[in-house]
């Protein structure tokens, strides 16, 4: 597996889940119908960040028109499964871990678009399988007990290495537990 900017995929899906438990829900892009708040605490580096919805939020999915400046990469899950303490504070690391191991063996869509053209997402545990992570007290998923916390994760991805300036549909959906979880978004991007 590619290693985009010196880091492993599982290391950037861990900066995602950073910086998606550091986004208030009030700004958090999970929550955003249009797009207006997707570059809310995006991390200044290399790569953007994009996200689907709430998998308990139920259909149609989003449409967020965004512009972004060309030259970075896009990273984003079709579908992702985490854990923490704040959520499961009697679990064991072990526990956590079987735990979104459990829940990716359940997915059962996980498609993704760019312009009509299927693109298969990759499965990507967190590197390392065990990190830290702030919980914002104003947190998207409503967890209580905030602060930092030992989480895992994993999850389908895609990262799009930077793409030519223009005028992108990408198209994202999936879903697990026999359908009961289902997120995803449409997002017709401009590269400029």
């Known amino acids: 597996?590619?290693?985009?900017y010196g880091i492993t995929y599982g290391?950037?899906?861990v900066k995602w889940w950073q910086w998606?438990?550091?986004?208030?829900?009030s700004i958090s892009p999970l929550f955003d119908p249009d797009g207006k708040h997707w570059k809310k605490n995006q991390p200044l580096?290399?790569?953007w960040f994009l996200v689907?919805?709430?998998a308990d939020i139920p259909k149609p999915l989003p449409h967020r028109k965004i512009k972004m400046k060309f030259g970075r990469s896009i990273l984003f899950p079709v579908l992702n499964c985490e854990a923490n303490l704040c959520e499961y504070p009697e679990f064991?690391?072990?526990e956590l871990v079987k735990h979104v191991t459990v829940d990716v063996n359940s997915v059962l869509q996980k498609d993704c678009t760019i312009n009509g053209n299927l693109i298969s997402p990759v499965v990507v545990p967190s590197d390392p399988t065990i990190y830290k992570v702030r919980i914002a007290k104003d947190n998207a998923f409503k967890i209580e007990k905030t602060g930092l916390t030992d989480a895992t994760a994993y999850g389908y991805w895609i990262f799009l290495k930077p793409i030519p300036k223009g005028i992108y549909e990408i198209r994202f959906e999936g879903s697990c537990e026999s359908g009961r979880l289902h997120s995803g978004a449409d997002y017709e991007l401009e590269i400029f």
């Open 52 to 54: 689907g919805s709430l």
């Open 20 to 25: 998606i438990y550091s986004t208030p829900r």
């Open 11 to 13: 290391k950037w899906t």
């Open 45 to 47: 580096s290399d790569v």
């Open 1 to 4: 597996m590619d290693k985009p």
């Open 92 to 94: 064991t690391h072990d």
